[in-house]
């Protein structure tokens, strides 16, 4: 499978390029050159088949034969380490819960998929190392350290917003050791990003063959489909239209749902939910696309200004706003609207939902009226525990630990403070 530049100013490239080089050298994300539908086959018998086996089905064509069949199962098999359960919260309406992986957010499932594909293409390399170098405003972090974590030949650096993620979330990208290193950026999140961007174009650093992790590369990016089969093969017997809602932030998630749907998976519709960063929805009604800087919220792992997929999106969509907005709708939510949906989703439910999926709750449910028939899932994100500064007052109670999280709580912090990207590059060497 080849891929090209969003930009349309660079070479195409293979898999493995474009998983080592992350970005194309004119800036702009890589896309499949071609995407073909599954099988009816498949859909008709997809409740037979694994996770394992589905994930194979659904990404095989973008591998192509650059990783040797029996080693991408292997990739796959270590991938999918946990569950993926679709949880009913009341009538219509079901969560799906992306959080019981290592690092406790959906982010495992890409950071996995993508370490032990570089891991091995990286595998007969003797000096030649990569350096990861990822942004994030939260989870991404976490989920990338443990992720890549003793994978061979590859450097992780990690820049996050000092301040600005959750205890929880701090300890698990700062406290691992070995080759992750965490960079403790004075800013926003947007400022960890742009950072990250300069230093993939600057030459000077060229030997440090950098690329990224966040949903930017492929590799991250184009796993997060599975996840929308998993959830398919669950519900199909009650043969109804889906709705999915995904908490969107770089909008990797939601993207990766209109991937899957491309490949011929039956979704009816996709609500984007957001919180006050709200770029999406007011392009939908204003019809101009006019980022903004982020804004902290309590949902802050969506605290993005300029969400680096939605261009995938516009391109799938051949840039058709009209096709886009019948399969597409995106809202916005405060951070009071936020905690009301928390509270009111455990006093009526008994559900205990962190705030990214109470965003994704709100979009569900305004966008359900226009589908009186169908079943609504939203994403549950990350598991409660890693937002329980918000979640334990919201809720007036008092989250047990999970033994996940427990296994970071008593280690140090190691970061290092850096404010421009001039203390980038000199980290870097
Ligand atoms: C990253 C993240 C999101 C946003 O996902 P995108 O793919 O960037 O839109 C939502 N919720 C949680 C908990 C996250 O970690």
């Known amino acids: 499978m080849k891929y090209y530049s969003l930009n349309h100013n660079a070479p195409k490239v293979s898999f493995q390029e474009a998983v080592i080089q992350g970005l194309a050298t004119d ?49 796959i098999a270590e991938t999918l380490c946990f569950d993926f359960p679709t949880v009913k919260v009341e009538a219509g309406i079901y969560a799906l819960e992306l959080y019981h992986g290592p690092t406790m957010a959906f982010k495992d499932v890409g950071a996995r998929f993508m370490s032990r594909c570089l891991g091995y293409f990286n595998k007969d390399k003797k000096d030649n190392k990569n350096t990861v170098l990822v942004a994030t405003s939260g989870d991404t972090g976490g989920a990338v350290a443990s992720g890549f974590l003793g994978v061979q030949g590859v450097e992780v650096v990690i820049l996050y917003p000092s301040g600005k993620v959750s205890d929880i979330q701090e300890r698990q990208l700062t406290t691992l050791g070995q080759n992750i290193k965490a960079l403790e950026v004075n800013g926003v999140f947007d400022d960890c990003q742009d950072m990250v961007k300069k230093a993939f174009l600057d030459e000077s650093l060229a030997h440090h063959n950098l690329t990224s992790a966040n949903s ?26 889906l709705v999915f809602s995904c908490p969107s932030g770089n909008f ?33 009604v204003e019809g101009n696309y006019d980022p903004k800087p982020s804004k902290a919220t309590i949902s802050n792992a969506m605290d993005v200004g300029n969400p680096s997929n939605f261009i995938r999106i516009q391109e799938m969509y051949n840039n058709d706003l009209e ?54 899932i939203f994403l549950e994100t990350a598991h409660p525990i890693k937002f329980l500064d918000v979640v334990e007052p919201a809720l007036n109670i008092t989250l047990p630990i999970p033994t996940q999280i427990e296994s970071v709580l008593n280690k140090e912090k190691v970061s290092t403070k850096i404010k421009t990207y001039e203390e980038l590059k000199a980290f870097l060497g």
């Open 216 to 241: 930017i590369n492929i590799a991250r990016w184009l796993p997060q489909m599975f996840y929308f089969f998993f959830a398919y093969k669950q519900l199909k017997s009650q043969n109804k239209p």
């Open 323 to 376: 096709q886009f907005k019948k399969d597409f709708s995106s809202f916005s939510y405060t951070d009071e609207e936020t905690l009301e949906a928390m509270k009111s989703i455990y006093k009526t439910d008994g559900y205990i939902a962190e705030p990214h999926g109470a965003v994704g709750y709100l979009g569900l449910k305004k966008e359900l009226i226009n589908h009186p028939n169908a079943i609504g």
């Open 27 to 75: 800036k702009g994300l890589y896309f499949p050159e071609s995407i073909t539908p599954l099988s009816k086959d498949f859909f008709e018998n997809i409740e037979n088949l694994s996770n394992s086996e589905i994930a194979f089905e659904a990404i095989k064509q973008f591998v192509g034969d650059e990783i040797p069949t029996e080693t991408l199962k292997q990739i």
């Open 252 to 284: 990797g998630n939601i993207c990766a749902g209109i991937m899957a749907k491309k490949l011929g998976l039956p979704i009816e519709h996709f609500v984007a939910s957001t919180n006050v960063n709200d770029t999406v929805p007011r392009f939908l």
